[in-house]
């Protein structure tokens, strides 16, 4: 059975750190792109970054510098580290992985990332 797992979400304080995690399970993780997305209540969900099976990574403009998105094939998990977190980092962030252009496409549950003071 697929499954993506998504911990390290909570409250921080602007200026603050955290690392999303998400481990999957019962998909050869090796070839998928990973992706980090989030949304907030009444708009859509949007990407955050991805890193390729070749470790290519992208970024949303709004986290370039910021965000950084890795991946550890042994351990079939793809990592969030977010640095200088501001308010409007605040959303519910998701983890997918993508296999042949979309064909093959899972998310995890989700976890709550609140930046406030």
């Known amino acids: 059975q697929r499954q993506l797992v998504e911990s390290g979400g909570g409250l921080v304080q602007p200026g603050e750190s955290l690392r999303l995690s998400c481990v999957t399970s019962?998909?050869?993780?090796?070839?998928?792109?990973m992706g980090w997305y989030r949304q907030v209540p009444g708009k859509q969900r949007e990407l955050v970054a991805v890193?390729?099976?070749?470790?290519?990574?992208d970024y949303a403009d709004s986290v370039k510098g910021r965000f950084t998105i890795s991946r550890d094939n042994a351990k079939n998990t793809v990592y969030l580290q977010m640095n200088s977190l501001v308010p409007e980092d605040t959303a519910v962030y998701y983890c997918?992985?993508?296999?042949?252009?979309?064909?093959?496409?899972?998310w995890g549950q989700g976890t709550q990332v609140t930046v406030s003071s």
């Open positions: 997918n992985a993508r296999l042949g252009g979309g064909i093959f496409s899972y």
């Open positions: 890193i390729s099976s070749g470790d290519t990574t």
């Open positions: 019962g998909i050869i993780f090796s070839r998928y792109a």
